[in-house]
């Protein structure tokens, strides 16, 4: 049996426009496919632009490393919409990547009852939304991120003595934060679910004189050993979701000031997951996936 690895041009080994971060996506392909062809399940990388012949015959595909996706959100979509509607299974399905593609999500999850930044959404942020942040935040600085964003591509930050130029504007709808100073101190600590279970934890800091945490920006990853406390908190986060247990999810948080976690995001689409620092996430997944194909196999009989 073949099951789907979607990648993208930016990610697929040997591609001309391959990313600098792009080792992530072999890393997490070769901590999976071996559990998987143990289970007589092959893994097939599939560039999702690829053709509708690249899809024939698989049962189930995994989002992968679709690192591309918010610059082709309509593409994107329509391309998983029609995987879904020939019958392949989704890990994660469309409802979910539709759900989760708009960082609005965010709201609905603290309107449920997990711990999150403060917020506001803006349509199109500029220097005077920057400006309304800083008096209704009362914070000396905020980032600014796009909506439908990943990798803190197109995110700015800026401080009271260094704001917006008065002309700023951001390109596409945005969110405003108050910038949380424990990722500068203790880092951003993600939680990896499969199957709703905690798989492994991870702490992510950012290079010397930057805040983001992402490997292309020269951060770093060190294993964590959760507290109680942690792992209460990101099982309210779990429970939040408004849909049945994802097979994948990666809880990203940080520590608030009164020491309690607060989410930065819940990545359900194509999250790296990390495999470093947890040895049997490979095992973990291809259990899940021999589930999913498992049930799928008799629903159908």
């Known amino acids: 049996m073949r099951i789907g690895f979607l990648a993208c041009p930016g990610t697929l080994p040997g591609s001309p426009v391959r990313r600098a971060d792009a080792f992530e996506h072999d890393r997490q392909v070769a901590a999976i496919a071996p559990a998987l062809a143990a289970r007589g399940i092959a893994l097939e990388v599939v560039d999702w632009h690829a ?29 998983i919409d029609a995987l ?3 019958g392949i299974a989704l890990c994660n399905p469309v409802q979910v990547v539709r759900w989760n593609i708009d960082k609005r999500y965010l709201a609905d999850l603290a309107a449920r009852g997990a711990p999150t930044i403060p917020t506001i959404w803006a349509e199109a942020a500029d ?24 990798g803190a591509e197109g995110q700015h930050s800026f401080t009271r003595a260094a704001p917006p130029a008065p002309g700023w504007r951001m390109d596409r709808p945005a969110m405003i934060q108050p910038f949380v100073p424990s990722i500068e101190s203790e880092g951003e600590l993600s939680f990896i679910l499969i199957d709703g279970e905690v798989s492994h934890a991870l702490r992510k800091r950012a290079a010397a004189g930057d805040y983001r945490i992402q490997s292309v ?12 406390a942690d792992l209460a908190q990101v099982a309210q986060v ?11 999810a990666r809880i990203d948080m940080v520590r608030g000031e009164d020491g309690g976690l607060l989410l930065m995001e819940a990545e359900l689409i194509e999250p790296y997951l990390y495999p470093e620092q947890g040895p049997d996430l490979g095992e973990r997944i291809a259990a899940a996936v021999a589930a999913r194909i498992a049930q799928a196999t008799t629903a159908r009989a």
């Open 51 to 79: 053709p509708d012949a690249a899809f024939a015959g698989l049962p189930l595909v995994l989002l992968g490393t679709v690192w591309d996706y918010q610059d082709r959100y309509p593409a994107f979509m329509a391309r």
């Open 84 to 86: 879904e509607a020939a």
């Open 127 to 150: 220097a005077a939304s920057v400006e309304e942040a800083f008096i209704r935040f009362g914070c000396e600085r905020v980032v600014v991120k796009r909506q439908v964003g990943a």
């Open 217 to 228: 920006y020269g951060g770093c990853e060190e294993p964590y050993a959760p507290t109680s």
């Open 238 to 248: 779990a429970s939040a979701l408004p849909f049945p247990t994802p097979l994948y």
